[in-house]
């Protein structure tokens, strides 16, 4: 996807149309990828433009219809879901389950980073526990054969 595509909901949605220096075809406007967050909340504040498929837009979308006296079962709720939503909810699924597989695997790491420093410092304690007994006993010995 080139950028962000912005898309007219209300009495301008379809049309060939300039609002605020954008140029809308067909009710649509690329924004670029990067860098686009204050024309982004410009377009929908202002001119009731929201980026494809948004939720925000399907909702101002209805208000609008509802004010109109319409709803969506009038216009044909079939066509409110179009391909290309699909498609679009489609690749937004399957980002968000590449994230969570991402994240899985950071948290592995990191837990077992965790417990890394953990079981070197019970080792450490362990052997330390160990060495003094033996030391006690070698200390223990040539003192038991000069009695002797």
Do not use: C
């Not at 924004?31 to 948004?54: D, I, K, N, V, W």
């Amino acid at each position: 996807m080139d950028g962000i595509r912005m898309v007219l909901v209300g009495p301008n949605a379809g049309k060939d149309i300039e609002l605020g220096g954008f140029t809308f075809e067909d009710g649509e406007h690329i924004l670029p990828s990067r860098g686009s967050e204050h024309a982004q909340r410009l377009l929908t504040r202002y001119y009731s433009a929201y980026p494809e498929g948004s939720l925000e837009g399907r909702e101002a979308h209805r208000a609008w219809l509802e004010s109109q006296g319409e709803t969506l079962s009038a216009r044909g709720a079939s066509s409110a879901a179009s391909s290309r939503d699909v498609e679009d909810l489609e690749a937004q699924l399957e980002e968000a389950r590449r994230e969570r597989v991402d994240l899985e695997a950071r948290l592995a790491r990191a837990e077992a980073k965790a417990k890394a420093p953990a079981a070197t410092e019970t080792g450490g304690k362990g052997a330390a526990a160990t060495e003094t007994p033996a030391t006690e006993a070698q200390d223990k010995a040539p003192k038991a054969a000069k009695a002797k």
